[in-house]
């Protein structure tokens, strides 16, 4: 083959340094930086629609929220899917998080710490009750226990840090599950029976609804022994500088104990104890 015109006689001596792997974001021109930035917004952006809507979302949906095209909704989802925060479900093609953002939240709670906060709350809870207090959240329709203070009694809890209930069973999930509604609370747990640990653990979606109305009236949920039987519990839920209910604490001890206090009186001080807690996460009640 000929030489082009103008070529030099011999080829130049290889630069080396282009042989090298080049490191991610290196040589990277304004223009393709600025599109990387933007493609990370638009997809934190689907991830905050998805955590703040009540129910799972389906394409348009997001597309209305967004005031996006669907065709970049979809492509954005699609991303999201195979990395692993967004799944569809397929019966009704509506899209939700994953626990992916359930873990990445509960690093973000341990940070926040709010067990350091609420502690000052539980030992109050415990001087003035006589009772155990506990510190619980909420994970897909579970409570997980983050705290407990003993009163020095036995109990028979088996409310230990880390320990995870049915919410439906407990008095502290039972105070957290009153933020949501009926759709939500079927898409937790069917329509079917509820598994019952005890002889008094709510046995159905309909009885819990029926209780979480009580519940939202008084301001504080009780459990007598639905989750270990003999062990009663009494609980408030608290919230964040949002308005969302984040968890809940509780005064629990056995029954024999409970049969003598005064529910109501207790049920003042968890709800007292809730709101100082949630004080201290920034809620303002009203605003």
């Not at 502690?119 to 009772?131: K, M, N, S």
Request: proline share 3%; aromatic share 6%; hydrophobic share 40%.
């Amino acid at each position: 083959m000929s030489k082009p015109a103008g070529a030099p006689d011999a080829s130049p001596m290889p630069d080396l340094t282009e042989s090298r792997p080049r490191m991610e974001g290196e040589n990277k021109g304004p223009s393709t930086t600025k599109s990387s930035v933007a493609s990370v917004a638009k997809a934190l952006r689907i991830v905050e629609a998805l955590a703040e809507a009540r129910d799972d979302l389906a394409v348009t949906d997001l597309a209305r929220v967004l005031h996006w095209h669907r065709s970049t909704v979809y492509r954005f989802l699609q991303s999201l899917i195979q990395s692993g925060w967004v799944r569809r479900d397929p019966s009704n093609e509506r899209y939700r998080l994953t626990f992916r953002i359930v873990n990445l939240a509960n690093s973000v709670v341990n940070r926040l710490d709010i067990r350091q906060m609420a502690r000052p709350r539980l030992l109050d809870l415990v001087e003035e009750t006589g009772f155990d207090a506990h510190l619980a959240v909420m994970v897909d329709g579970e409570v997980v226990f983050l705290d407990r203070i003993d009163c020095g009694q036995a109990t028979g809890s088996q409310f230990h840090i880390g320990r995870r209930a049915p919410a439906y069973a407990t008095a502290v999930g039972k105070a957290m599950l009153t933020s949501l509604d009926g759709g939500q609370l079927l898409r937790l747990y069917g329509s079917g029976e509820l598994r019952r640990y005890t002889p008094s653990t709510i046995a159905s979606v309909d009885q819990l609804l029926r209780e979480l109305s009580t519940i939202r009236t008084l301001g504080y949920a009780v459990d007598k022994g639905e989750h270990n039987e003999g062990v009663y519990c009494v609980a408030a839920a608290f919230h964040d500088h949002s308005g969302r209910v984040v968890g809940a604490v509780s005064a629990s001890g056995d029954a024999k104990r409970f049969r003598n206090a005064d529910v109501s009186t207790l049920g003042a001080k968890v709800i007292a104890a809730a709101q100082l807690i949630s004080k201290s996460l920034g809620y303002r009640a009203g605003s």
